[in-house]
Every structure is written in C-alpha cells, then in structure tokens.
C-alpha cells in the first residue's frame, strides 16, 4: 500500500552543519510530494512542496528534488539554524486528495 | 486569505466524558476538510475527512465521530473518552482539487 519512508531520528547537529532527511516513498501514480515542519506545540506548516519529477522545492534554504527513478524527496540544508530545530515530516498527496506522512524527523540544532 | 481555526488549544477530560473540538475555515469555500491525530513519538494518523456538508469518511475505526453542519465546520466529537483517545488533534483544509494541506494550530487533549 502508499506509505512514506523516512529517516528516524532524533537528529543532532551543530549550528552550520549541512542537514539531510532521506525520504522515499510508495504509491501509484505521480503523487505530489512535501515537506512540513511542526515547531513545539503547534500545528504543521508545509515548507516545501513538488508536483512533478525533478521538480525542486525550495523554502527558508531548505531544498527537496522529486526523483521518479528512486521515489525520494530528501530534504537538504546547507547551513542549519538553532530555530530550525522541530519535526519535519515528509508526505505525498494522490489523487483521492489525501496526505500520506511519514512518522516524522526530530531535528535539534545547537549553537 | 484563508485561515482555520482549531479550538481549544488543550483539554484535560475525564475517562467516559464526551467530547467535542471544533475546527472552521475562512476565506475559502467547499475545502476538503481533515481531521489527523499525532500520538506521542509517532506520526499523523487521518481519522476523518469530508468533501462537503455532511459527507463523513471514516479511515480507521474508533470511538471518535466526525460531522460537518456547515461547509466550512468540521467537528470531533465522541460520546465517552477513553485514555487512548490522548493524544494530539489537528484539522487540516485542501482546495477542492488540491492535496496540499494547511493545518490549524492542534488541540493537546489529555484523557485522565
């Protein structure tokens, strides 16, 4: 069945360091692919988003490429912040109009 | 613009107690509404979604209900908690023929 593959964390990384979050995913079809991030205590704030193969997302430095042949949109960042630190989750939408989330990457940035 | 709106923020409810949390959207008409719980540690679980007045899909089964009076109102409901029901609440709105997602702000229910 559709299911979204992520990295399991919790990741930890100095302030500066060069961030990834490997994401794959299952489905049929073309899905259009995302990445949301929730910060302590609120709700999901989609950071980035592709609607089609090798289609790059891109928001606050953070960059996502959707690659068909691997079924994989890792989330990258050069230079990470202290105020990046939340939980990134990856996700994919299909045509029945419904978000399949991976189980979410706790990232925590020291200065 | 549009917004949602997600209240209350956090709820402390006794075991057997009903429930009812309220979403509602503004600045948008006939959204795809969700209802997603986040269990501690884990993912985003969809429990309900709906794509207009009164038409409820039910994705897992469980003792929570769903209902939609108004096109832009969702409502969660249930008639007796459970401790299981803990847990973080989020609703969510697409554009009719959009998957993309925006949240509200979640509500922290805690069942005691």
């Known amino acids: 069945g559709d299911s979204v593959t992520q990295m399991e964390g919790p990741v930890t990384l100095s302030e500066e360091a060069f961030l990834t979050i490997n994401c794959t995913y299952t489905?049929?079809?073309?899905?259009?692919l995302f990445w949301y991030v929730q910060y302590p205590g609120e709700g999901l704030q989609l950071l980035l988003k592709a609607t089609k193969a090798d289609d790059k997302g891109s928001n606050k430095g953070f960059e996502a490429t959707y690659r068909k042949e691997t079924t994989s949109f890792h989330l990258e960042k050069g230079s990470v912040q202290v105020s990046d630190s939340a939980v990134y989750f990856c996700?994919?939408?299909?045509?029945?109009?419904?978000?399949?989330f991976g189980k979410g990457t706790l990232l925590t940035v020291n200065p | 613009s549009q917004t949602i709106h997600q209240w209350p923020a956090t709820l402390v409810q006794p075991v057997g107690s009903p429930l009812s949390l309220e979403c509602t959207v503004e600045g948008t008409s006939n959204p795809n509404l969700y209802w997603y719980r986040q269990a501690a540690g884990r993912g985003l679980q969809l429990l309900f979604y709906s794509v207009g007045i009164g038409q409820i899909s039910s994705e897992v089964p469980q003792n929570l209900s769903a209902s939609r009076p108004q096109d832009r109102q969702f409502i969660l409901s249930s008639k007796k908690l459970l401790l299981s029901d803990s847990g973080f609440y989020l609703c969510?709105?697409?554009?009719?023929?959009?998957?993309?997602?925006?949240f509200g702000q979640g509500t922290r229910l805690t069942v005691v």
């Open positions: 489905a049929t079809g073309y899905p259009s």
């Open positions: 969510a709105w697409s554009g009719r023929r959009e998957t993309e997602a925006f």
């Open positions: 996700a994919f939408g299909g045509s029945n109009y419904k978000l399949t």
